[in-house]
């Protein structure tokens, strides 16, 4: 029996630019558009491929294309080749390309069914308003298994995925450093307005609940990628602190130095505590922080700035999360809370928009209430530019004024993210000077190579620091690193020079307003036949590893991305 064909694709770009289809705020580089959004220079940039799409296309039989970020020419190319089924991912914001892509489906491929899938797919009435045959309303995989009447019960296969790519800092090209990892998803504590773990109904759904199931992919990823670090697209990681800590016990048995980026909640880290974090070789946390005034469970009884003390001191960096334009919210108490969250010391900040976002409880309550802007596009509906919602106390244009303010005090008051992230380094590096523990030893001389690494990086942000405060501290910060690595040697000065000139390009670039930077597009195969190389899986039992396409830098570079 033919099995039937399957395309998989994320919405068209270009992104970040006030189109019919986009607003400029929203660009499509995490960092780039909440966290470093006003540092110009020392944002970091990078972007990620859509994670779930090769999830899924790992985890079906049929054969199968996955296209990330297409122009809507290159999706109509695809179209062309008369795919049973055309699945589009879409976030809420994404609305208008998801439409625009399902009529491209109807006009260029009549024969194909249509599937819309991801969180914008919670938009009241969507089936009215978006052409389709099948909706799946939250986790992909079983639900495509089920359509496809395939094996729901065969083991989920891990793709092996770069967690990033198009990595630039001070605008320096950076190979692809880590791979992700995608452990399950959702999240049970059901924060009133929070988008994942309502898409998700309210729960946890593991593809991957031991920590042996976890370590294998590690190994696997580092065999065929040489790539030890990994950025955990997990919720809420350490809700599962078992898995955590059978995940460390083997490493350590391998005597295997992984290093993790997590998301994860305060109960959860003060319940695993700060000093198994770092022997697990977690370098960067991603904590909700939320409000000083409206603390939420999750956040209950922790003292965030002593916890986040902590963790730096041990070399994780943090990022802080919180979140403006909450209802009791008003010109007084919004800014204790800008400077709440910028005085807990963390790494990067991140100031997001309250947004009620549909299937959410806060959109239910705002709705019954009538406070929805419905007249706004899902375009506006991002959390970076102006609320799309009625507040008692701020009209839109002051919403969109005010986070840009926050950004800024945090970026003046505490200098740039970069070299904070560096003094955490550095901190770690201290934390383990007397550490006799062979496996602390081992993870030791990877912080020095670290912390050696960007060393020259340090000069280059003094030279273009931006105020009097981020000049002190990027002086603090060299004055540590020298009395801790001594005086940089004269690779570590010709590196400079290099990053210096690098900076200073990009600094034009950005002072000139150019500073969009759009993703390739991603064309991976999977099941097509003869042609296609076998290979290994990367857990399990299960379908074939595809021809990856995407781009795995210098360690181990394939078939070029197609780049139109
Ligand atoms: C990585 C990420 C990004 C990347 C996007 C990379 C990309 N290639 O698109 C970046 C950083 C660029 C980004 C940007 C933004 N993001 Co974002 N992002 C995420 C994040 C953290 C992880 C997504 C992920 O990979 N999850 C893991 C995979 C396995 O899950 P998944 O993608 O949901 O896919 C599963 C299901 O949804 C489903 N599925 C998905 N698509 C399809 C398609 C088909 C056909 C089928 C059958 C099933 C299916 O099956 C998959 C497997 O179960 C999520 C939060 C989260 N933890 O999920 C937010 C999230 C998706 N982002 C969100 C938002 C709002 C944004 C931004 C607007 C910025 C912002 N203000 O937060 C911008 C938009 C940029 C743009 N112009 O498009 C919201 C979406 C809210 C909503 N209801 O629409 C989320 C949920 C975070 C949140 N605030 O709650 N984001
Ligand atoms: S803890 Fe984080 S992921 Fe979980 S429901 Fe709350 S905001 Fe969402």
């Known amino acids: 029996m033919r099995r039937p064909s399957v395309l998989l694709t994320s919405v068209f770009g270009p992104f970040g630019l006030d189109d019919a289809y986009g607003r400029k705020e929203n660009v499509l580089e995490l960092f780039h558009n909440q966290v470093t959004r006003e540092q110009g220079l020392f944002s970091l940039r990078f972007n990620h491929q859509s994670f779930g799409l090769y999830l899924m296309a790992e985890n079906i039989e049929a054969p199968t294309t996955v296209l990330d970020f297409p122009s809507q020419a290159r999706f109509i190319r695809e179209l062309r080749k ?246 009791h919210h008003d010109l007084a108490t919004i800014w204790e809370d800008i400077e709440y969250v910028s005085s807990l010391g963390a790494d990067f900040v991140q100031f997001m928009q309250l947004g009620p976002l549909p299937g959410t409880q806060l959109y239910r309550e705002y709705d019954r209430k009538g406070m929805l802007r419905k007249d706004l596009p899902y375009e506006e509906w991002h959390g970076q530019h102006r609320i799309w919602f009625t507040h008692p106390n701020f009209t839109p244009a002051q919403t969109e004024n005010l986070i840009r303010r926050a950004f800024q005090y945090e970026y003046d008051t505490n200098g740039p993210s970069l070299l904070r992230m560096f003094e955490t380094t550095l901190l770690g590096l201290r934390a383990l000077a007397d550490t006799r523990d062979p496996y602390l030893l081992h993870r030791r001389r990877n912080m020095e190579r670290e912390a050696r690494h960007v060393r020259p990086a340090l000069s280059v942000i003094l030279r273009h620091a931006h105020n009097e405060r981020s000049r002190d501290l990027a002086r603090e910060v060299i004055r540590a690193y020298d009395e801790t690595l001594g005086e940089p040697g004269l690779k570590q000065r010709l590196l400079t020079v290099v990053a210096g000139a690098a900076a200073l390009r990009e600094a034009m670039r950005v002072a000139v307003g150019a500073n969009v930077y759009q993703p390739k597009t991603f064309r991976t195969r999977y099941r097509w036949g003869a042609k296609q190389r076998a290979s290994e899986q990367v857990s399990g039992r299960g379908p074939k590893r595809p021809a990856i396409e995407m781009d795995w830098g210098q360690r181990a570079a394939r078939v070029a991305p197609t780049n139109d």
């Open 82 to 327: 008369g795919y049973d089924y055309v699945g589009i991912s879409f976030i809420v914001p994404n609305f208008a390309k998801a439409q625009r892509m399902a009529a491209l489906v109807r006009e260029h491929a009549p024969k194909s069914q249509i599937i819309l899938g991801g969180h914008g797919t919670r938009i009241p009435r969507v089936e009215t308003l978006i052409e389709h045959d099948h909706i799946c309303r939250g986790e992909g995989v079983f639900w495509l298994r089920r359509l496809l009447g395939e094996d729901l019960d065969r083991p989920v296969v891990h793709p092996v995925i770069a967690s990033s790519f198009n990595k630039r800092m001070l605008g320096i090209p950076l190979a692809v450093d880590a791979a992700v990892l995608l452990p399950g998803v959702g999240c049970p504590n059901q924060c009133r307005f929070c988008a994942t773990s309502h898409f998700f109904d309210k729960r946890y759904t593991p593809y991957f609940d031991t920590g042996r199931a976890l370590f294998d992919i590690c190994r696997k990823v580092e065999d065929q990628t040489g790539h030890t670090d990994f950025f955990v697209m997990d919720e809420n990681f350490l809700k599962r602190p078992e898995r955590a800590r059978e995940l460390l016990a083997l490493m350590e048995e391998h005597d295997k130095t992984y290093r993790f980026g997590l998301f994860s909640s305060a109960e959860t880290i003060r319940d695993v505590g700060v000093d198994f974090l770092a022997r697990l070789g977690v370098y960067f946390l991603w904590i909700g922080v939320e409000s000083k005034v409206e603390v939420f469970e999750k956040n209950l009884g922790v003292d965030l700035g002593a916890m986040i003390r902590e963790l730096k001191g041990n070399g994780i960096s943090v990022l802080a999360s919180g979140i403006l334009f909450l209802e």
